[in-house]
Protein backbone atom coordinates (compact mmCIF):
# COMPACT_ATOMS: atom_id res chain seq x y z
CA UNK A 1 0.00 0.00 0.00
CA UNK A 2 1.17 3.87 -1.06
CA UNK A 3 1.89 5.82 2.17
CA UNK A 4 1.49 9.26 2.50
CA UNK A 5 3.30 11.04 -0.37
CA UNK A 6 4.45 14.63 0.78
CA UNK A 7 5.52 17.22 -2.49
CA UNK A 8 8.15 18.51 -2.75
CA UNK A 9 10.21 17.13 -0.99
CA UNK A 10 12.78 20.12 -0.98
CA UNK A 11 12.09 23.69 -1.50
CA UNK A 12 14.00 26.27 -1.83
CA UNK A 13 12.75 30.02 -2.44
CA UNK A 14 13.35 33.46 -1.50
CA UNK A 15 11.53 35.02 1.39
CA UNK A 16 8.12 36.77 0.66
CA UNK A 17 7.29 33.96 -2.15
CA UNK A 18 4.17 32.05 -1.46
CA UNK A 19 4.61 28.27 -0.30
CA UNK A 20 2.68 25.49 -0.40
CA UNK A 21 3.23 22.22 0.96
CA UNK A 22 1.27 19.00 -0.78
CA UNK A 23 0.07 15.91 1.10
CA UNK A 24 -1.71 12.62 -0.23
CA UNK A 25 -2.94 10.37 2.98
CA UNK A 26 -3.04 6.94 2.89
CA UNK A 27 -6.53 5.96 1.30
CA UNK A 28 -9.12 5.15 4.01
CA UNK A 29 -7.50 7.76 6.64
CA UNK A 30 -9.98 9.89 8.54
CA UNK A 31 -7.27 11.95 10.53
CA UNK A 32 -4.54 14.38 8.83
CA UNK A 33 -2.37 15.95 10.77
CA UNK A 34 0.79 18.78 9.57
CA UNK A 35 3.87 19.21 11.87
CA UNK A 36 7.15 21.19 11.96
CA UNK A 37 10.04 19.93 12.63
CA UNK A 38 13.38 22.56 13.58
CA UNK A 39 16.57 21.27 15.88
CA UNK A 40 15.47 24.21 18.62
CA UNK A 41 11.73 23.09 18.62
CA UNK A 42 11.73 19.55 18.12
CA UNK A 43 8.46 18.20 16.39
CA UNK A 44 5.66 20.51 16.84
CA UNK A 45 1.81 19.85 15.42
CA UNK A 46 0.46 23.02 13.46
CA UNK A 47 -3.14 21.59 12.94
CA UNK A 48 -4.87 18.53 12.26
CA UNK A 49 -8.31 17.96 10.04
CA UNK A 50 -10.63 14.86 10.54
CA UNK A 51 -12.89 14.15 7.60
CA UNK A 52 -11.17 17.26 6.09
CA UNK A 53 -12.43 19.34 8.67
CA UNK A 54 -9.81 21.06 10.55
CA UNK A 55 -9.91 20.36 14.22
CA UNK A 56 -7.82 21.78 16.19
CA UNK A 57 -5.06 24.52 14.56
CA UNK A 58 -3.56 25.74 17.52
CA UNK A 59 -0.43 25.42 17.03
CA UNK A 60 -0.15 27.39 13.48
CA UNK A 61 2.44 29.56 14.30
CA UNK A 62 0.88 32.93 13.21
CA UNK A 63 -1.44 34.00 10.00
CA UNK A 64 0.60 33.74 7.42
CA UNK A 65 0.25 29.60 7.85
CA UNK A 66 -3.26 28.17 6.37
CA UNK A 67 -3.94 24.96 5.79
CA UNK A 68 -6.88 23.41 3.91
CA UNK A 69 -8.12 19.74 3.08
CA UNK A 70 -10.49 20.16 0.19
CA UNK A 71 -11.42 16.49 -0.45
CA UNK A 72 -10.27 13.46 1.61
CA UNK A 73 -7.50 12.93 -0.38
CA UNK A 74 -5.41 15.92 -0.49
CA UNK A 75 -4.02 18.79 1.98
CA UNK A 76 -2.25 21.53 1.36
CA UNK A 77 -0.08 24.09 4.06
CA UNK A 78 0.65 27.26 2.50
CA UNK A 79 2.93 29.91 4.24
CA UNK A 80 2.52 33.22 2.49
CA UNK A 81 4.45 35.70 2.55
CA UNK A 82 7.46 33.45 3.82
CA UNK A 83 10.49 33.93 6.13
CA UNK A 84 14.18 32.51 6.71
CA UNK A 85 12.80 31.24 10.16
CA UNK A 86 9.93 29.24 8.60
CA UNK A 87 12.88 26.79 7.53
CA UNK A 88 12.30 23.93 8.65
CA UNK A 89 11.27 20.10 7.23
CA UNK A 90 6.76 19.64 7.44
CA UNK A 91 5.72 16.71 7.90
CA UNK A 92 2.52 14.95 6.98
CA UNK A 93 0.41 12.36 9.07
CA UNK A 94 -2.54 10.40 8.74
CA UNK A 95 -4.50 7.98 10.81
CA UNK A 96 -7.48 5.81 10.58
CA UNK A 97 -10.31 5.77 12.48
CA UNK A 98 -9.98 4.53 15.98
CA UNK A 99 -8.08 5.68 19.19
CA UNK A 100 -5.67 2.71 19.13
CA UNK A 101 -4.52 3.67 15.48
CA UNK A 102 -1.25 5.10 15.21
CA UNK A 103 0.01 7.76 13.21
CA UNK A 104 1.76 7.09 9.92
CA UNK A 105 4.34 9.84 8.34
CA UNK A 106 5.42 11.26 5.06
CA UNK A 107 8.94 11.62 4.23
CA UNK A 108 8.32 15.12 4.57
CA UNK A 109 9.05 18.11 2.87
CA UNK A 110 12.73 20.41 3.37
CA UNK A 111 11.87 24.16 3.22
CA UNK A 112 14.78 26.49 3.12
CA UNK A 113 13.87 30.36 2.92
CA UNK A 114 16.66 32.65 1.62
CA UNK B 1 -0.27 18.49 31.67
CA UNK B 2 0.90 15.74 29.38
CA UNK B 3 4.66 15.64 28.78
CA UNK B 4 6.89 13.41 27.33
CA UNK B 5 10.82 13.27 28.86
CA UNK B 6 13.43 11.71 27.21
CA UNK B 7 16.32 12.29 29.09
CA UNK B 8 19.05 11.23 26.85
CA UNK B 9 19.98 13.57 23.90
CA UNK B 10 22.96 11.26 22.25
CA UNK B 11 23.52 7.55 22.98
CA UNK B 12 26.53 5.73 21.35
CA UNK B 13 27.12 1.80 21.68
CA UNK B 14 28.66 -0.52 19.58
CA UNK B 15 27.62 -3.05 17.47
CA UNK B 16 25.87 -6.23 19.04
CA UNK B 17 25.26 -4.32 22.19
CA UNK B 18 22.26 -4.13 23.82
CA UNK B 19 20.13 -1.18 23.87
CA UNK B 20 17.91 0.82 25.86
CA UNK B 21 16.76 4.13 25.19
CA UNK B 22 14.45 5.86 28.13
CA UNK B 23 10.96 7.33 27.90
CA UNK B 24 9.11 8.70 30.94
CA UNK B 25 5.47 10.38 30.24
CA UNK B 26 3.28 12.53 32.91
CA UNK B 27 -0.67 11.61 32.01
CA UNK B 28 -3.17 11.24 34.50
CA UNK B 29 -4.98 8.08 32.93
CA UNK B 30 -3.38 5.03 30.91
CA UNK B 31 -1.98 6.51 27.91
CA UNK B 32 -1.25 5.58 24.37
CA UNK B 33 2.34 4.95 24.00
CA UNK B 34 4.37 4.95 20.97
CA UNK B 35 8.12 4.48 19.71
CA UNK B 36 8.86 6.38 16.27
CA UNK B 37 12.21 6.29 14.36
CA UNK B 38 14.23 8.52 12.26
CA UNK B 39 16.59 7.73 9.92
CA UNK B 40 18.27 10.91 7.90
CA UNK B 41 15.84 12.41 5.67
CA UNK B 42 13.32 9.98 6.56
CA UNK B 43 9.95 10.40 8.05
CA UNK B 44 8.62 9.03 11.15
CA UNK B 45 8.83 5.09 11.55
CA UNK B 46 6.38 3.23 13.87
CA UNK B 47 8.23 0.40 15.78
CA UNK B 48 6.06 -0.54 17.80
CA UNK B 49 2.37 1.15 20.25
CA UNK B 50 1.36 -0.08 23.36
CA UNK B 51 -2.42 0.52 24.16
CA UNK B 52 -3.24 -1.86 27.34
CA UNK B 53 -2.94 -5.64 27.46
CA UNK B 54 0.73 -7.20 27.87
CA UNK B 55 2.95 -4.56 29.04
CA UNK B 56 5.95 -5.82 26.99
CA UNK B 57 4.83 -5.21 23.67
CA UNK B 58 7.07 -6.21 20.26
CA UNK B 59 8.09 -3.89 17.21
CA UNK B 60 9.55 -4.31 14.09
CA UNK B 61 13.35 -4.56 13.44
CA UNK B 62 14.14 -6.54 16.73
CA UNK B 63 12.47 -4.04 19.17
CA UNK B 64 10.58 -4.01 22.24
CA UNK B 65 9.34 -2.08 24.91
CA UNK B 66 8.14 -2.49 28.35
CA UNK B 67 5.26 -0.37 29.84
CA UNK B 68 6.01 -0.11 33.45
CA UNK B 69 2.75 1.87 34.85
CA UNK B 70 4.87 2.77 38.86
CA UNK B 71 7.50 4.65 37.44
CA UNK B 72 5.62 5.91 34.13
CA UNK B 73 7.93 4.79 31.72
CA UNK B 74 8.20 3.24 28.32
CA UNK B 75 11.28 2.15 27.67
CA UNK B 76 12.80 1.17 24.23
CA UNK B 77 15.38 -2.11 24.10
CA UNK B 78 17.54 -4.02 21.84
CA UNK B 79 19.43 -7.03 22.71
CA UNK B 80 21.87 -6.19 19.90
CA UNK B 81 22.15 -3.35 17.84
CA UNK B 82 23.31 -3.23 14.05
CA UNK B 83 24.70 -0.74 12.50
CA UNK B 84 22.03 0.31 10.86
CA UNK B 85 20.09 1.06 13.84
CA UNK B 86 21.51 4.60 14.20
CA UNK B 87 18.73 6.99 13.67
CA UNK B 88 16.99 9.15 15.96
CA UNK B 89 14.46 7.86 18.10
CA UNK B 90 11.23 9.58 19.09
CA UNK B 91 8.43 8.31 22.48
CA UNK B 92 4.96 9.58 22.03
CA UNK B 93 1.94 9.73 24.07
CA UNK B 94 -1.55 10.11 23.05
CA UNK B 95 -4.38 9.92 25.07
CA UNK B 96 -7.95 8.84 24.64
CA UNK B 97 -10.53 11.20 23.26
CA UNK B 98 -7.70 13.39 21.87
CA UNK B 99 -5.63 12.41 18.54
CA UNK B 100 -3.11 14.49 19.30
CA UNK B 101 0.01 13.09 20.18
CA UNK B 102 2.95 14.55 22.54
CA UNK B 103 6.37 13.82 21.27
CA UNK B 104 9.63 13.91 22.96
CA UNK B 105 12.46 15.90 22.34
CA UNK B 106 14.46 12.34 20.86
CA UNK B 107 17.57 10.56 21.26
CA UNK B 108 20.07 10.04 18.91
CA UNK B 109 21.75 6.66 18.59
CA UNK B 110 25.14 6.18 17.07
CA UNK B 111 26.97 2.79 16.58
CA UNK B 112 30.02 2.33 16.67
CA UNK B 113 31.16 -0.50 14.35
Known amino acids: DAGVIQSPRHEVTEMGQEVTLRCKPISGHDYLFWYRQTMMRGLELLIYFNNNVPIDDSGMPEDRFSAKMPNASFSTLKIQPSEPRDSAVYFC????????????FGDGTRLSIL | AQSVTQPDIHITVSEGASLELRCNYSYGATPYLFWYVQSPGQGLQLLLKYFSGDTLVQGIKGFEAEFKRSQSSFNLRKPSVHWSDAAEYFC???????????FGTGTRLKVLA
Open chain 1, 93 to 104: ASRGQGANQPQH
Open chain 2, 92 to 102: AVGASGTYKYI
